[in-house]
């Protein structure tokens, strides 16, 4: 008898109403957008997988299948190693100096009362409005080595015995190039760090004033708990992009990978493996590679980052 009162009342026909419109809503929103993930994403990676199994010198219809044999190449290849050691340089240093930076910087800003602090933020954001293609020409004039401004300052304070052929130096390439990309983000990461200070309560640094804390002690006390979960982010996210991200530098800064193949990345040598080479199949392999690299590197970096949050 309830149940019919509340069909004649009308409610249960209302409700299933609502919720069609709901899941048509929902559906409006979220198909075009799995649609073109699908088109654009899913299926191009499925088919580097399906790729990387066969013989290929260009992407057309002539190839022959080979099975792992690319991956039993790869394996082998002392050169592909030799990338695979200089994109783990770039990710260990680059991303330890820049978030370290970053926090640095955004803590200093953070914590004081500073007129010309949007200034601050706009001149450390400047970088990342910039290509990254530009400020690798940019770095290139920097370091070159008769007319570059850092061997022209070193000239002018005489210390003529620290030049060197900076991008042309087995020991000095992969440092100029991890300088480069250092510079490019700090500023991105500082003023993610700086909202994220923004909104710690400042309730908390008065009483830490009060009991004697110092400005040193209250960063790691207060502002480093209460900010992990945006750091962990950010950190994930870098190491993921600094992969994309030193292709782009290595080719613009040292188009052959740098002498010996001293700055070569993985996506540097899948890119020449792929157009310089004509060995497609074997590309294909070494972009299946990045891709469980980066995948694996994901999880263990959230693993080593995850800690208890702070609520504030």
Not at 24 to 45: H, N, Q, R, W, Y
Not at 164 to 193: F, N, P
Not at 288 to 295: A, D, E, G, K, T
């Amino acid at each position: 008898m309830l149940s019919a009162v509340k069909a004649k009342d009308g409610k249960p026909r209302a409700l299933r109403s609502r919720k069609k419109q709901r899941a048509g809503f929902i559906a409006v929103c979220t198909v075009p957008t799995v649609i073109l993930f699908t088109v654009f994403m899913l299926l191009p990676t499925a088919d580097v997988f399906y790729m990387s199994l066969f013989r290929m010198s260009s992407l057309s219809l002539n190839k022959e299948f080979i099975g792992l044999q690319n991956f039993q190449i790869l394996f082998r290849d002392e050169k592909f190693w030799q990338a695979f050691r200089n994109n783990l340089f770039f990710i260990v240093f680059v991303t330890a100096v820049t978030m370290t930076v970053s926090l640095f910087f955004a803590g200093l800003l953070a914590q004081t009362e500073l007129i010309e602090k949007p200034f601050y933020r706009t001149v450390f954001f400047f970088p990342n409005v910039l290509s990254l293609v530009v400020i690798g020409v940019l770095f290139v004039q920097i370091y070159d080595p008769t007319m570059g401004i850092l061997t022209s300052t070193l000239k002018t304070i005489h210390s003529e015995g620290l030049i060197h052929a900076w991008l042309g130096e087995k020991s000095t390439v992969r440092w100029c190039i991890s300088a480069a990309m250092i510079w490019q983000a700090v500023g991105y990461y500082m003023v993610m760090y700086m909202a994220g200070m923004d909104g710690i309560p400042k309730d908390l640094y008065e009483v830490a004033n009060i009991e004697g804390m110092g400005k040193f002690r209250q960063f790691f006390s207060i502002t480093l708990p209460l900010m992990w979960e945006i750091i962990r982010v950010t950190i994930v996210f870098f190491i993921i992009s600094t992969i994309n991200m030193s292709f782009v530098f290595v080719k613009v800064m040292t188009p052959t990978g740098g002498p010996s193949g001293q700055a070569e990345v993985l996506l540097t040598y899948m890119y020449k493996q792929a157009f310089t080479n004509s060995n497609f199949g074997y590309a294909m392999a070494v972009g299946v590679f990045v891709f469980l690299f980066s995948f694996v590197l994901a999880i263990i970096s959230n693993r080593l980052t995850a800690k208890e949050v702070i609520e504030y």
